[in-house]
């Protein structure tokens, strides 16, 4: 009888590496999303700073083993600062021939693929559309890379023989494999996985022990196997001291409303129809209830925006969420609300567009529509949120606005950070500032007359809640008269009107913080000038040409209606100003025509965000020239 | 001596609801009729003023709200019932009221018509039907009849018009009634009851436009034709019409047929006894519309044509918050911050 344990005989060396970048990638149902994201809050409980992309196609299911069909998660973790999601992977997981035939391209020169050798058989190839007799894992090309081709479907066929569960919830485990496999090669816990497929399947624990088996598979697999040689250490990073948590932008949105809608003590409403990226937002809100959050899937855009109109002239805060094709249909009602004079939050969570666009790909092209996308002159405050995280900060912000200001205002976020997600050190509910609400009581005119257009020094006019006795009074979509509101066709209190609520809008630039570089100094040879999402490649550029020596700054803005009051002084301490965007120039445009300065554009528009190399590279060529 | 005197429910009267904005419609518009029932009307409901809330979309009939001295927006075309959607959901206390036309109403608001309808905020509408667009000077609406000669159509309109009884019933509405401008005492009535509904409360009222459709509704209001035309729906009563109140109206099966009741036959004791409560009936009823069931001319009903009693949007939206708010209780907001995961660097 053999007692003796088999000597472990591998020597496993471990490589200490400051970052990494994984691409997850499969077909849309291997549960791609649902890998990557459990590997990134492992990540992010271990203490890792982090940035994650998840890349998906807009159809549910797109036909299987196709290109169009391919789901991607991108995850960028280190032990070093991190902001953005990574230009190239060191690490691609391809569950199939189409998987690898789309994420191949920015794989890392000597980077490492696994592969799940049933998704490269004839039918996966010929999905694929490779040529006929094609045999990328055998055919040398890709000698470049480390490639570990393993059948991860019959392993965990394997594995699971005994488990009494069908064929296809057998295969829909594989997904487990891989990721318990890239636990170990990035040694880390499963604790926190294994965790949430307890909590997941409470009531089949039957699928979550298979799961678990399947887990654990994945990590002995990596650990026993001759083939897996080395293992990477990345440690925590050394972020500031305080207490993190995993955020995406749409999450970040939700948290931001729960607290400015507690803050202001304003019962908060959303109005909203449902539609890609922004859905999220509904989804989240809606789980509040016990908040007192009334949420209202409308029949459409319009009646989304329209209910919260009519939420926030009864005293609600109250918000409508959408993406670009929500935002045209918008623009009538956000007419009448500027005309009203209400507050409204309006989040623009954009796509690729015009019309349907690519509804799961990023851009920044409705800029100029938020600026000016409606009919008459009908300015409105413009914010966007540059990161996961500074959605909450934004959110919070355009509430802030709007309820002090009276006024709807449009938050720009976009699907790449909507959907992204980084670590966050949450603040103090104590910290957060307060949002002044008032409603009018009595008559605030001479003779106990109300004028429900009466302006302060501000130019704000009161917020008046129907149910208040003795203030009853009409309002409306057609122009009204200074002061009293009344219906008023007189063409020089229509020109007077029309500056007024101009002035408005732009008295709100004394409220908000000077514009001042992100990184570098506030002057110098060239300014790199973003807005949104754009952020963490620009501020990466920014950083690492700092550190070649060059000097250039960073500078981003959150207010992009009214701009910072000093932004036309700080953008002429430079030579030179770069504006990259994804679109084809609307800020650059912007910036011209109100500061005259020669900038110039970087322009992307492929639905997919910025790298760093291609900042670095348009800056080195402004440098040079 | 002093003694605590609980407040006395406003002692309000017409006038109280009449804005100072002077009123705009055309010289004989129907508008000033309704206008001046649901000024009437009002004072004996038991609401205090500063609770109604009127919500207009655009059209003619949408100036209403500027002169009712309530509170009240006019909002933008065919949005009305949305953004009323919304003042109901956020402040359920307010009694709010829609005001729109048929245009507005059936064409450019078609959608948040119907799920207006559905959803079942407690919201009364009151959509006045001229069958015209009289504000943009006479071009044929979606209740215009079929052949109507307008500015759009100057060969004839080649479209089928709508129904709204049928729509708002085949859109689930809880509440659906028929009156007229030139009757003022059934408005009245309708109005009342309109607004004991709980539920959305769909008032068609015909109106005459004067000026762009004249006499559209005559046949139902004229002495000599009144009787014969429009036929006045009341709860348990039998559908009974005519000059000497001689035809009725009798169910063959799920058909309806017009009974002479001078002359022997099918005699009174058959006739249909409307049930505002019936589904199925208040469909039929609903299609006495035009030449309805196999080509015979029907009279027009008027009166509540189906009234449902079922739990509002409002109710079940605060039930479910009530229910969270007992099984989960608030979240504070320090744990909505955090979340559920959470590590610390020092």
Known sequence: MDTIEKQREKIVAKKEVDHIVVRF???????????????????????????????????????????????????HF??????????????????????LKVDLPKLRRGGIIIVNTQGFDKKNLGLAKYPPDADPLNDGSLSNYTIHAIDITKLTKECLVDSGLGTKEVERSKNMFVLGLLFWMFDKEMDHTIKFINDKFTKKPEIAEANIKVLQAGWNYGDNTEIFTTQFKIGPAKLPPGTYRNITGNQAIVVGLLAASEQSGLPLFIGSYPITPATDILHELSKYKANGVKTFQAEDEIAGIASAIGASYT??????????????????????????????????????????????????????????????????????ASTPSDCFNT????????????????????????????????????????????????ANGADEKLLPYKRNEFFVRPWIKPGTKGLEHRIGGLEKQDETGN?????????????????????????IPPAAPDTGADHGRLLVLGWGSTYGAIKTAVKEMLAEGEDVAHLHLHHINPFP????????????????????????????????????????????????????????????? | METLTLEKPQSLTAKDFSSDMEVKWCPGCGDYSILKQVQTVFPDLGIPKENFVFISGIGCSSRFSYYMDTYGMHSIHGRAA????????????????????????????????????????????????NQIYSLTKGQYSPTSEKGKITKTSPYGSIEEPFNPSELALGAKASFVARTLDRDPKHMQGILRRAHQHRGTSFVEVYQNCPVFNDGAFFAFSDKETKKEEALQLEDGKPLVFGNDDDKGIILDGLTPVIVDLK????????????????KTKANLIARFFDTAFDGHHFPRPFGVIYAEERPTYEDNMAAQIELQKEKKGKQPLQKILSGDKTWTIF
């Open chain 1, 25 to 75: 990638s499969g077909d849309s149902g291997d549960g791609m999303q649902l890998t990557g994201m459990q590997f990134t809050d492992t990540a992010a409980l271990y203490g890792n700073d982090l940035s994650t992309f998840p890349d998906f196609p807009s159809e549910i299911r797109a036909p299987i083993g196709t290109v169009a069909g391919v789901s991607g998660f991108q995850v």
């Open chain 1, 78 to 99: 280190g032990s070093r600062e991190i902001f953005t999601p990574g230009d190239s992977y060191d690490v691609l997981v391809a569950m199939n021939a189409a998987a």
């Open chain 1, 315 to 384: 005293g609600s805060l109250a918000v409508t969420t959408t993406s670009g094709p929500g935002m045209a249909l918008k623009t009538e009602a956000m007419g009448l609300a500027t005309m009203l004079e209400i507050p409204l939050l309006i989040i623009d969570v954009q796509r690729g567009g015009p019309s349907t666009g690519l509804p799961t790909k990023t851009e920044q092209s409705d800029l100029l529509m938020a600026m000016f996308g409606r009919h008459g002159e009908a300015p409105l405050p413009v914010l966007a």
């Open chain 1, 395 to 442: 959110v919070f912000e355009a509430c802030k606005i709007a309820v002090e200001h009276m006024t709807p205002v449009i938050l720009l976020s976009d699907g790449y950070i909507a959907n992204g997600s980084e670590p966050w050190r949450f603040p103090n509910a104590e910290d957060l500032g307060t949002i002044s609400n008032s409603f009018l009581q009595k």
């Open chain 1, 487 to 511: 219906v008023s066709y007189e063409a020089a209190n229509h020109e007077k009107m029309t500056m007024l609520r101009a002035a408005k809008i732009r008295a709100i630039e004394d409220f």
């Open chain 1, 565 to 625: 009051k000093n932004l036309g002084e700080l953008l002429n301490n430079y030579d030179k100003v770069l504006i990259p965007e994804m679109n084809s120039g609307q800020l650059l445009q912007l910036i011209r025509a109100k500061y005259l300065v020669p900038a110039t554009g970087l322009s992307k528009v492929q639905g997919q965000p910025f790298t760093t190399a291609e900042i670095k590279e348009k800056m080195l060529q402004l440098l040079k020239a």
């Open chain 2, 82 to 129: 949305a953004i009323a959607s919304g003042v109901k959901a956020a402040n359920p206390e307010l009694s709010v009221w829609v005001v729109s036309g048929d245009g507005d109403s059936m064409s450019i608001g078609g959608n948040h018509f119907i799920h207006l309808m559905r959803k079942n905020f407690d919201i009364n509408y009151l959509m006045f039907n």
């Open chain 2, 263 to 278: 002359e022997g036959g099918r005699g009174r004791d058959e006739l249909w006894i409307h049930d505002e409560k019936d």
